[in-house]
């Protein structure tokens, strides 16, 4: 008996799940840094620059990863890649833009819970869309995982209320949940879509890429409705100092999430993410003079055993190969397979740990 509950501690509490527990941790820490420099630039300065937040990232990341593939070789080179791909990524460059937009837009209109309970709308937006474009397969236990992480944040927007921390205008609540809804949606699709890039191009082009279009729009969108409120900034170096601090944090989610989501995937990282309110709420308590509940303490540990319950075990993709040739070589002819023998489709097993070179064949009825 005794070692039955090692074995199974040992198996639930694996490496490789700690590590992506705490890989996920550090994106809601810098989400959480991302939150509080908002705040302060918001309430404190007025500083109500949303789309120029954006636009400092994303030249960041244009001057980092888009000169990076400007000064490589053959098809990796920017070029190369524009000629091939730029429509797709002008579209997700505007699906990203838009998405941080029509969040932080929604705070003007409806409440911080109602805010936090309709963001979790990017969970099963990713779950389906992972589903459908990138075959991933989910077991009981997943779904078992994603419930514990949700009703975790359910709990969280429960004591939001009883301490009466519920900060927003709340004037126009009908737009405010629309605008939630819509930046989930968009974030779902800019996450997945991430996914698909990261696992079969390259980190680096997809933020370079991002970085490119992400400064483009930005910048278009700025000069338009933003470009009064730019100038009404009262300018010093409190304020030159937490753009500085919003623009670092934000730098580091976009670089440090590919990484994630590579070893991880999109729907871990988007439940990983759902502590980062509970980090800006602790953080708060000092900084803000937060009223504090023990419902708060509940809620971190629920969403915190969802995600153990959730990196327990693997997911994994089942897919064609027909479809897995033509996927990986976009350019190059479609591959007739014989038909004389039934084709199965592969099973690839996306693990924590490291992949294995053989793939196990199943039959699907």
Sequence with gaps: ????????VSFIFSREMLISVALGQVLSLLICGIGLTSKYLSEDFHANTPVFQSFLNYILLFLVYTTTLAVRQGEENLLAILRRRWWKYMILGLIDLEANYLVVKAYQYTTLTSIQLLDCFVIPV??????????????????????????????????????????????????GDLLVLGGATLYGISNVWEEYIIRTLSRVEFLGMIGLFGAFFSGIQLAIMEHKELLKVPWDWQIGLL???????????????????????????????????????????????YKFSGLYLLSFFTILIGLVLYSSTSTYIAQDPRVY??????????????????????????SLGQETEEEPHVRVA
């Design 243 to 289: 753009y500085v601090g919003f623009s670092a944090c934000m730098f580091g989610l976009y670089s440090f999430m590919p990484v994630v989501i590579k070893k991880t995937s999109a729907t871990s990282v988007n439940l990983s993410l759902l502590t980062a309110d509970l980090y800006s709420l602790f953080c708060g308590l000092f900084l803000f003079h």
């Design 126 to 175: 990713v779950i389906l869309l992972s589903w459908f474009f990138l075959l991933i397969r989910y077991k009981a236990v997943h779904f078992l995982g994603i419930f514990v992480c949700i009703l975790g944040m359910g709990c969280m927007a429960g004591a939001d209320v009883l301490v009466g921390r519920h900060q927003g205008a709340g004037e126009n609540k009908l737009v």
């Design 1 to 8: 008996m005794d070692f039955l509950l090692i074995f199974t």
């Design 325 to 350: 040739k033509q996927f990986r070589n976009p350019s190059g002819p479609v591959v007739d397979l014989p038909t004389t023998a039934q084709v199965e489709p592969s099973v690839t097993y996306t």
